[in-house]
């Protein structure tokens, strides 16, 4: 798995360089930023609904304020990316309390059906820790692709909102807008460079 997804790269330095195809089912390909220097892998899960998280230096997969989570959903060809949305917002209303959904927003991003949104919550029930999460969908010929970055925060309310640098938030955006699948054989969907 290591070999198949790659990492590496500088969020810090807002340094993205398109790295070579790190994912590949079939023809298509989930290209993504080099990761930032020093993050590692720390959960994996294989099988049909595949999952990995990367987090930075010295944190790993159940302490961690920071992390990379891309999930694979193998045959999933026919699940309307709004529907994905409405499920993360309602297990987020269970797990969460004051929880904030951001605007659904869709489209088709090299060729393929994709969706952006955010959710973020005031306290995790069991954890007591506010979340954010940035969330960017890619409906593949075979497979969808499901990359968010996450933030755990202290429990925050109202509106103060959370306490994340602005240049993280910039760099995670970054790194979710240069992330696509692509097919070298198809005009409508080239890969990256």
Known sequence: ?????QIALAIMAFVFVTSTPSRSFAVE?????KFPTGWVE????QGDQEMVEYVP?????TNWDHKISLEIYH????????TLQRRAAQQNR???????????????????????????????????LGEIRYT??????????VLSQIWHTP????????SIPPQEIEGAMAFLTSSVVCDPDAKQSTCPQ
């Open 1 to 5: 798995m290591r070999a198949a997804i």
């Open 29 to 33: 390909q989930l290209t993504m930023p």
């Open 42 to 45: 720390a959960f994996t899960r």
């Open 57 to 61: 230096p010295g944190q790993n997969a």
């Open 75 to 82: 045959s999933f060809k026919n699940l309307p990316l709004d």
């Open 94 to 128: 269970e797990a969460f309390v004051g929880v904030e959904e951001g605007k659904f927003q869709s489209g088709v991003n090299n060729g393929f059906a994709s969706a952006f949104w955010t959710l973020g919550c005031d306290r995790n029930k069991s954890t007591g």
């Open 136 to 145: 960017k969908v890619i409906q593949g010929t075979n497979e969808l692709y």
């Open 155 to 162: 429990a925050y309310g109202g509106k103060q909102g959370p």
